[in-house]
């Protein structure tokens, strides 16, 4: 069993940045992908980006053009670069390790953010 856990999360003024990490407590090479998901509140938890073990990346409409995912495998890391920040972003931000079999999929603590003035 993996853990993951997020960090990076805090206020910030709209347009602005953070970058948040998700630290994995071994090899993400061995999962299909990891991503970002997040949930606000009275709202149902949707995914921001993914990024699969051969490099493909997704996003949502919502964040496309704003939000980069990266990973550095070396470091059992997964990265979330957010600009252009807007209130519409608060949520609590989630990472996840996609498993291979979709069976043993592992979801992080999260971490909250925050966007307002």
């Known amino acids: 069993q993996v853990q993951l856990v997020e960090s990076g999360g805090g206020l910030v003024q709209p347009g602005g940045s953070l970058r948040l990490s998700c630290v994995a407590s071994r090899n993400i090479f061995s999962f299909a992908a990891m991503a970002w998901y997040r949930q606000a509140l009275g709202k149902q938890r949707e995914l921001v980006a993914s990024i699969a073990t051969r490099g493909t990346i997704n996003y949502a409409d919502s964040v496309e053009g704003r939000f980069t995912i990266s990973r550095d495998n070396a470091k059992n890391t997964v990265y979330l670069q957010m600009g252009s920040l807007e209130p519409e972003d608060t949520a609590r931000y989630y990472c996840?390790?996609?498993?291979?079999?979709?069976?043993?999929?592992?979801w992080g603590q999260g971490t909250q953010v925050t966007v307002s003035p």
């Open positions: 996840k390790a996609v498993s291979v079999t979709g069976l043993a999929d592992t």
